[in-house]
Each structure stands twice: as structure tokens, then as C-alpha cells.
């Protein structure tokens, strides 16, 4: 359902865009964004790196407020992965602090926006600085009733799998403890010890910079996600790429293995 009229959401579309294509009761419930480019982005400026994660910042702006007007429930944005930590130091520390700054100064008026901001990862090896900040926004916001925002952060899909199975290992030995039989490991169960347990699978992915890769993100979730992917380096992302990539999934034929009769 949209949160506000298209052309609002929408007010200066390009040539050969039309917003009022996009059909407002088939907009993916889920979109999920690797979020590619910044590095590049810089290097094309002769800037160093972390003034392309700067610019960044922006366009997961602009992203958050036209998902939530365009009504999706679910936004997950991929900030920094486990093999993140591989990047030069001073980079790794600025994108800490820029986390923890940007999500301080952002949580107000996501909060008016009424967003719920969530993270997915293993956040035990962030700075304290931006663990309290995560912390800050999930307890200012966790009432709210709009779109979701899961803020990926440390996270890496074979080591979520990992912790899963982990999951199921202690549920069957304390179910063989109490009971005297091994329970059936199943879909339902293994979900049960993901990040987003509770949350829809992603519909849409989108990835920008022209990359054609997943990059351990939700390995397991995107099973029968759409993809999109888009050439613009990620700090020039804007809601008519947004915009799009909507049209974009909203012509694909989801058959989820099946054959249409």
C-alpha cells in the first residue's frame, strides 16, 4: 500500500520513466540491496575511499524514505560483511564511526517515519560506540509499526547457516535429553536459528556497480528472489533506479518452480 501518491514519491521523473506504471498492489513486500560501489565512486573523484562511503550515506537515505512510501515492509541494506574486516584499517575504522554517526543522527526521523531499524549480524565485534548506537536506534523504534529496516552489519550468510545448524545441533541434543528420541531437522527448524527467523524472504535484490555476485549475502533466504542488477555505483543510486528496479520485478513471472497452466 502506498504511504504517500506516486507522483510525490516520484515528482521528477526522467524521460521514458513513468511512475504511474508501477502497479501499488504487486510492490515487493521485501527488497533487500547490496549496496556496491562507493570505493569506485571515490576513485573516479581522486577521493580516498571512506569519502565514497560518505557519499554513500545519501542514497540509503533516499532509498529508506521511497521504499517506506512505496509501501515495502522489508528493507535490508548490506553495510559491512565478515570479510569486510580485510580492508585497509584506517577504512574499517571510519566506517565504524560513520555507522555509529549516521545512526544517531538518522533514528529521529526514521522514527517519525515510523521505520522499526533492526540489524542482522554478529554485532559482538563492533565498537562499543557503534553497538550502543544499533542498540539506541532498536530501542527507540521497536514499537513502530511501518517498514523494517534491517541494517546488515558483520554479517555473512555461510557463517548465519553455520550458527543455524548450531541452533539445531542444541535444540536436538536438549529435545534427546528431555525426551529420549532425536527430533527431524527441518526447514522450519533450521529457519528458526537465521537472523531473520521472523522476517518474509527477500523478493527483490537489487545490487548496483554492475557486480554479478551474491557476496554471502542471505545465501539462504533469496532462493527464489528476483534479482536486479544496474551499473550506477551506489552513492549515485536515486529513487528512480529504485523506482526501476519496482517496474523491473513487476515484470517477471514468479512460478517458485512451478509451470504456469
Known amino acids: 500500500m502506498l504511504h ?17 506504471a508501477l502497479d501499488p498492489e504487486r510492490v515487493p513486500e521485501h527488497v533487500a540491496v547490496i549496496m556496491d560501489g562507493n570505493g569506485r565512486w571515490a576513485k ?5 575511499r571512506l569519502k565514497g562511503h560518505k557519499a554513500g550515506i545519501e542514497a540509503v537515505r533516499e532509498t529508506i524514505r521511497c521504499a517506506s512510501d512505496a509501501g515495502v515492509r522489508y528493507l535490508t541494506i548490506y553495510s559491512f560483511s565478515t570479510e569486510n574486516w580485510k580492508r585497509p584499517e584506517e577504512e574499517v575504522v571510519g566506517l565504524m564511526d560513520l555507522f555509529a554517526k549516521t545512526m544517531l543522527a538518522e533514528v529521529d526521523g526514521l522514527h517519525e517515519e515510523h521505520v522499526r531499524v533492526r540489524t542482522i549480524g554478529d554485532l559482538s565485534a563492533l565498537p562499543e560506540d ?13 514499537d513502530n509499526d511501518g517498514m523494517t529496516l534491517l541494517v546488515a ?4 550468510s555461510r557463517q548465519e547457516m553455520l550458527r543455524a545448524v548450531q541452533a539445531c545441533m542444541r535444540e536436538a541434543v536438549i529435545a534427546a535429553e528431555e525426551t529420549g528420541s532425536v527430533p527431524q531437522v527441518d526447514e522450519r527448524m533450521f529457519e528458526r536459528g537465521l537472523y531473520t527467523a ?21 545465501l539462504w533466504q533469496m532462493a527464489y528472489s528476483e534479482f536486479y542488477c544496474t551499473d550506477v555505483l551506489w552513492p549515485d543510486f536515486d529513487r528512480y ?17 512451478a509451470v504456469r497452466s
Open 4 to 20: 504517500k501518491p506516486l507522483d510525490a514519491i516520484f515528482p521528477s521523473p526522467p524521460d521514458g520513466l513513468d511512475p504511474f
Open 44 to 48: 573516479k573523484r581522486a577521493l580516498n
Open 130 to 142: 557503534t553497538r550502543a548506537a544499533f542498540d539506541e536506534a532498536w530501542k527507540k523504534t521497536m
Open 153 to 156: 552489519v558483520n554479517y555473512g
Open 198 to 218: 521472523d522476517i518474509p524472504d527477500p523478493d527483490l535484490v537489487i545490487r548496483t556497480s554492475g557486480e554479478m555476485r551474491v557476496s554471502n549475502f542471505l
Open 241 to 257: 533506479d529504485f523506482l526501476r528496479a519496482l517496474l523491473d520485478y513487476q515484470g517477471r513471472d514468479r512460478r517458485f518452480g
